[in-house]
């Protein structure tokens, strides 16, 4: 039992990182109806600028995460102005943004290849490793806190979409962007904010992401899971993309404690493909019928 | 350095990649989706003909046919499940099952798991590589000039309208994954057996892209495209290998300049046939004077007020 | 005469917003069959549900007294969803055009970067048998055909797709532009084109979306004329939407007005346009009426 709790919080603990991804990821799919795959790049540079802070600028945690978040969020608003938004303004087909995006992610993967180098890095020990117990169960402090991040952003970000004027024309947006942009709404700078918001939770992820495991170029590359993880909570649905998110966190560690590590990504996958097949739109996810 | 030798090496990994490239082409550039995951069609190309080759002894040109055809198989089974979704949903869904292949491969200690598989006969010769690339040539041009593939680009263009002519857009589609799977998997079969050993970890999903980079560059939709797209991009990275690191950096930004700029890449809907056409036609003078008429056709092209517009 | 399209109830409910409600009409073979209204009314929104574009909330359409299209049985709910999922195979589009109904759309969705010609071939394709297999086949080298079975046939069925298409093109007029790709015509022909691609599967029911919107009198004249030989030459029956008054009350043998989704009116030209809630709604009287015929802004409850 106390086995299974400890898998269950282990899974929360990954499931709310994957939770911040996958919640950047499908705001932007819930405005311009487009994947972002470089979404991956902004939350693996969000591991380094958070590991730069606490090194170079020696930053207190708080402060290098501040910074990871706003230099994700600006990498991400730069990579929106540069790859996407000729192609928007000139109402290019779904499939050169998806070419594009992917362009943007291999540039990014290996431009840190290039300069900063391919080898893995450690964030340095800020938080004590011992881990707290409860009981028969022993949690690190590391997942607490990921946990306890990941909750607070998560609650900023829903406060300043259901409460602010900009969340409400965020999600006015969501439901027809022309519309708004009639009734007076800059679509341009919401998108611009939307990418900036999705840009500081990738950080933030990113920085996580990198003080749990390690740091390194490709975890972009890992981070498809978010993907998967916000399709399967249905696209355009931020409440899906987490529940998605927690629920692929804790299927991966439970399939991990119990049948086999090795098939947890697989596990993990088949039950995406089972969901899309029953429900093509995941489980939350948006249904658009195509207007002829 | 350059000896005859290492040419013919790079030759050869032309021909093997031009047999890939000319399957997704089909794919992303005629029928217009988008794979993350033909990597895996091309590792179970590979590790079929592979198990041909050493287990069951099957001569060499059928058990790369074998291979192939395993791609295709596991193409249908894929497409089944994923061509009835939108877009998007499409395309993570081949960028998981791209992975779940190589998981699975990764978890089969049969065939070496992640170590991998060693000693492979090294059957593929130049020779091979360009028999079976004029056949993979000829019949993609033929498939093109079809009504197969014209439903295909119909698809591309516009999918609703071509529901609206009778195309079985979930059909078609299917027969598009299914011949690009064949390639990739002819094209993973060659390749297994030119470097002599493989594994999981070959077949990433870096190895999609890079294959979908040399279709975009080449062009979109061009077949000639496809074949001097992957000529170019398996030679540059030869000529230019100090900066090796480099090379993806400068794919990446090349890919989103080229989708800014310039989205037909370079041969993008043209063909060597066009090219051919275009040539004789200069020389009989047939060029200036259609475009001279061509020019009179746009002045008197009046300018209508706007379309139907608005909801009916 | 026989019933050649069926609309019975039928209802389609977006959410909490009813786009076409309760509407029933029957369409006799070889009539052109007017649908009119403001814009928003639903007429797009009953093309695409004959097309199965959509599916239908309630009521059913018939097409030859075969059901079409049915109502969505499933309610609400998860486990209906699921049902619905599994359980529930409406026809689709394609089917319905395999069935003889094809159309037009409003915004104009030709194969843009193809060539007159090649629109049309490709919408010819039903009319040959071939295989994805044969396809890949050599056949164009003369030769080939006397040494090789299938090349005949193959080659004998392409031909046959190349003169379908010549003798369509030939038809609408659009025969000197064959080469031109679709996107550089003139707006008018792009919508001939549009009608010629709709033709080449032999339907026996046409669907025009607005086919002369942004045309002048003179052309809409022509159009008028075109209809009209389509429907005789080809022995088939159209449903037309349109805003141009003068063309649908010329044109059209039985009219069904639409406003909010619901009918308004249905009858013969005069009947429609003596109609009062025709009149106030959408048409507007005579002294209001502007030089080419059309609606309107005035007093009429467009743009919902």
């Not at chain 1, 946990?147 to 947006?173: D, N, P």
């Not at chain 2, 993350?36 to 040109?61: D, S, W």
């Not at chain 2, 074998?66 to 998007?88: E, P």
């Not at chain 3, 029956?237 to 044109?251: A, N, P, S, W």
Request: proline content about 3%; hydrophobic content about 50%.
């Amino acid at each position: 039992m106390s086995v299974f709790l400890q898998q269950l919080i282990n899974g929360l603990s990954i499931g709310s990182i994957y939770a911040l991804m996958a919640v950047g990821y499908s705001l932007v799919y819930s405005i311009l109806n487009f994947s972002n795959f470089a979404h991956g790049g902004v939350i693996m540079l969000g591991a380094y600028f958070g590991l730069y802070a606490l090194n170079l600028l020696s930053l207190p945690f708080m402060g290098a995460l501040v910074v990871a978040a706003f230099a994700a969020g600006l990498v991400a608003v730069g990579l929106e102005k540069i790859a996407y938004s000729p192609l928007r303004k000139r109402n290019a087909p779904s499939l050169y943004f998806i070419i594009s995006a992917m362009g943007a992610s291999i540039f990014l993967e290996n431009f840190v290849v290039a300069t900063i180098g391919p080898t893995f890095k450690t964030y340095p020990e800020i938080f004590s490793t011992t881990p707290i117990t409860f009981g028969a169960i022993s949690v690190s402090r590391i997942d607490i806190l990921m946990f306890v991040i990941a909750g607070i952003s998560l609650a900023i970000l829903v406060f300043i979409i259901e409460k602010t004027k900009v969340g409400l024309a965020i999600r006015a947006c969501s439901y027809s962007a022309r519309g708004s942009n009639l009734m007076g709404v800059n679509v341009n700078r919401i998108i611009f904010v939307i990418f900036l918001l999705g840009g500081m939770l990738a950080g933030v992820a990113g920085m996580l992401f990198g003080m749990k495991y390690t740091v390194y170029p490709q975890i972009g590359v890992i981070t498809n899971k978010s993907f998967i993880a916000a399709v399967f909570g249905g696209l355009g649905s931020l409440p899906g993309a987490v529940v998605g998110s927690i629920l692929l966190g804790l299927i991966e560690t439970i399939s991990a404690g119990y049948i086999a590590s090795q098939y947890r990504d697989l596990i993990a996958f088949s039950l995406l493909i089972i969901v899309l097949v029953v429900k093509p739109s995941g489980l939350m996810g948006k249904i658009t019928e195509d207007k002829a | 350095m350059f000896s005859w030798f290492y040419i013919e090496g790079i030759l050869i990994l032309v021909g093997i990649n031009v047999m890939i490239v000319l399957g997704l082409s089909l794919l992303t550039g005629f029928t217009g989706l988008f794979s993350f995951g033909h990597a895996g069609f091309m590792a179970i190309g590979a590790y079929v003909a592979v198990t041909c080759t050493m287990q069951l002894n099957v001569p060499f040109y059928l058990a790369v046919l074998i291979g192939g055809i395993a791609a295709m198989i596991a193409s249908l089974f894929i497409g089944y499940f994923t061509l009835n979704l939108k877009g998007d949903y499409f395309c993570i869904a081949t960028l998981g099952f791209g992975e779940a292949i190589r998981l699975i491969l990764d978890n089969m200690t049969i065939v070496g798991g992640a170590r991998g598989l060693p000693g492979i006969p090294l059957d593929t010769t130049l020779v091979n590589v360009i028999v079976i690339d004029i056949i993979g040539i000829m019949a993609m041009a033929y498939l093109i000039k079809s009504r197969h593939g014209r439903n295909m680009i119909a698809i591309r263009e516009e999918e609703l309208a071509s529901q609206a002519i009778g195309i079985n857009v979930f059909r078609y589609k299917m027969e598009s994954l299914a011949i690009s799977a064949l390639y990739a998997g002819i094209g993973g079969a060659l390749w297994a057996h030119y470097v002599g050993f493989i594994q999981p970890l070959m077949f990433q999903l870096t190895k999609s892209t890079e294959m979908t980079i040399m279709v975009i560059f080449g062009g979109l939709g061009s077949i000639t495209g496809s074949v001097v797209g992957a000529f170019i991009l398996t030679f540059l990275p030869e000529l230019l290998r100090e900066l090796a690191n480099w090379r993806l950096v400068f794919y990446g930004a090349a890919v989103i300049a080229i989708m800014i700029a310039r989205p037909q890449g370079m041969l993008g809907g043209i063909e060597i046939t066009d090219m051919f056409r275009w040539i004789k036609r200069t020389v009989t003078g047939e060029n200036r004077r259609a475009k001279a008429a061509a020019e009179a056709e746009k002045e008197a092209k009046t300018e209508l007020p706007g379309e139907g517009g608005g909801e009916s | 005469m026989t019933d050649v399209l069926k609309l019975e109830q039928v209802t389609k409910r977006f959410g909490g917003l009813t786009a076409v409600g309760d509407v029933t009409f029957t369409i006799k073979e070889g009539e052109i069959f007017g649908l009119i209204g403001p814009n928003g009314a639903g007429k797009t929104t009953i093309f695409n549900l004959i097309t199965a574009v959509y599916t239908l909330t309630e009521g059913k359409i018939s097409f030859y007294g075969e059901q079409i299209a049915e109502a969505d049985p499933y309610g609400a709910g998860f486990v209906n969803g699921i049902k619905r999922r599994f359980a529930w195979k409406p026809l689709k589009p394609f089917q319905i055009a395999e069935k003889g109904i094809t159309r037009t759309f409003q915004n104009i969705r030709l194969f843009k970067k193809l060539t007159t010609f090649e629109n049309v071939l490709t919408a010819c394709h039903r009319s040959a048998n071939y295989s994805l297999f044969e396809s890949i086949l050599p056949r164009r080298i003369p030769i080939m055909n006397y040494v090789l079975p299938w090349s005949k046939t193959l080659w004998r069925e392409e031909t046959e797709l190349r003169a379908k298409t010549e003798e369509l093109l030939k038809l609408m007029g659009l025969w000197d532009y064959r080469d031109m790709v679709a996107a550089n015509l003139p707006y008018g022909l792009q919508r001939k084109l549009e009608i010629a691609r709709a033709l080449a599967l032999d339907p026996k029911l046409l669907l025009l979306d607005e086919p002369a919107a942004g045309m002048n009198p003179e052309e809409t004249l022509a159009l008028m004329d075109l209809i009209r030989k389509i429907r005789d030459d080809f022995g088939l029956t159209v449903l037309i939407i349109e805003h141009h008054m003068d063309l649908i009350m010329g044109l059209c043998d039985k009219i069904f007005v639409l406003n909010f989704g619901k009918a308004l009116a249905e009858g013969t030209p005069a009947q429609v346009q003596n109609n009062p809630k025709v009149v106030e709604a959408y048409l507007g009287s005579a002294e209001e009426e502007t030089e080419d015929g059309e609606e309107t802004g005035e007093g009429d409850a467009a743009d919902a």
